[in-house]
């Protein structure tokens, strides 16, 4: 890539080298806990002294693995994360003590009951609407039944102080990762929506967060110092693109390059993987199991009913990035987030009045020429 600062390169590397930062870790005997999703409360993991890392498989390579003991017709994340496990090509679940899983989707729980014969694993039981008292209650318990379990894993006490040190220290990486994200509102942005996702997803695989959150705020006046001397990277007439849908990395990377190969820049990913698990804060005056359930149940996934959360996070970011069109990317066979395009595009279309399209992929480059024809015939009509 052209002119980017160097830690851009950092963060695009922070899979591959976390390999290394792991398995050093990991001989100088830290604590290691796999995790699957935005739901997980990786405070509580950090106050037992451990490092949470993220294990969703993102690739095509594992997948024919998976499908010896999973169905063909089974989402890509669930057999590539698995396919990852079976073969241990995966350092992150190699080294990792404990894996914590939660009820998001039937096939992430079917998927646990294997890999509990590998990992010792931990499964939450997450409650599937937040409008009602029930829920906040069963998922206070779940974060309870975290704590005692870790505890009981690595031999420790987790205090609720730890957990208020942990709340504060991933509250300040969301607040300079919200502030790295917000750039996209400039217009024209000052990086390409690769160059965002690159350091978005390269943070789930740091493990010094407090590195992370000095190499991030680095990142930004870096990007603002050339922006303000009148560096633009992307055309002001580009068509601004949000993506909302499926989670986004590895190999759904090919989306966002046909996209800007196509004339648009992509300026916000809704997903989990972009602004969606950094927007809401923990609040750090409430008791902390009261705090961690409440900013985590509230988190606008496809597996919640009524989803309204993700409506109103929709809303305002079209309003604050000024969106042009918004894509829906579904995998295959994640049948919440299909379902769900039916609302997402009436939203889209007819409240907020700007065009929506929904495409449906794998991790396979075969659908490549179909998706550049709809994508590009996309872009051309904004």
């Not at 935005?38 to 002294?49: G, L, Q, S, V």
């Not at 069109?325 to 279309?349: P, S, W």
């Amino acid at each position: 890539m052209n002119n980017l600062p160097d830690i851009f390169n950092e963060f695009s590397e922070a899979r591959r080298e976390g390999f290394i930062k792991i398995k050093n870790l990991k001989e100088e005997g830290k604590r290691i806990v796999g995790t699957f999703c935005a739901f997980t409360p990786c405070e509580i993991m950090m106050a037992a002294d451990a490092i949470p890392v993220s294990l969703c498989g993102m690739s095509e390579e594992p997948v024919s693995d998976a499908e010896r003991d999973l169905p063909r017709n089974l989402c890509p994340l669930i057999k590539s994360s698995y396919g990852f496990a079976i073969t241990q090509k995966c350092p992150y679940f190699y080294f990792s003590d404990i894996i914590v899983g939660e009820t998001t989707c039937d096939g992430k729980k079917k998927m646990y009951e294997y890999l509990s014969k590998i990992k010792p694993m931990h499964v939450m039981q997450l409650p599937q609407t937040v409008d009602h008292e029930r829920s906040m209650e069963i998922w206070r318990g779940e974060m309870l039944a975290l704590k005692k379990a870790l505890e009981n894993q690595f031999g420790v006490e987790i205090s609720e102080e730890k957990i208020k040190e942990s709340i504060k220290l991933k509250n300040e990486e969301r607040k300079i990762l919200r502030e790295f994200y917000e750039l996209a509102k400039l217009c024209p942005p000052p990086m390409t929506g690769l160059e965002m996702l690159q350091v978005l997803y390269g943070t789930d695989f740091s493990v010094d967060k407090h590195k992370q959150n000095n190499d991030i705020k680095a990142l930004i006046e870096e990007i603002k110092n050339k922006y303000n001397k009148g560096e633009r990277k992307v055309s002001e007439k580009a068509p601004r693109i949000l993506i909302t849908g499926c989670p986004m990395g590895g190999a759904t990377e090919k989306i966002i390059k046909i996209i800007e190969e196509s004339g648009g820049v992509v300026v916000c990913f809704e997903n989990c993987s972009g602004i969606k698990s950094k927007y809401s804060l923990v609040d750090e005056d409430k008791d902390v199991y009261d705090a961690l359930a409440e900013r985590y149940l509230n988190i606008g996934c496809s597996c919640m009913a009524p989803n309204d959360n993700r409506i109103d996070l929709l809303s305002n970011l079209i309003d604050e990035y000024k969106i042009d069109g918004v894509l829906d990317m579904i995998l295959q066979a994640c049948h919440t987030y299909n379902v769900e395009t039916k609302r997402i595009r009436d939203f889209v279309t007819n409240e907020k009045g700007i065009p929506y399209t929904s495409i449906e992929t794998d991790y396979s480059q075969s659908d490549i020429g179909q998706l550049k024809t709809r994508i590009s015939a996309f872009i051309e009509m904004l």
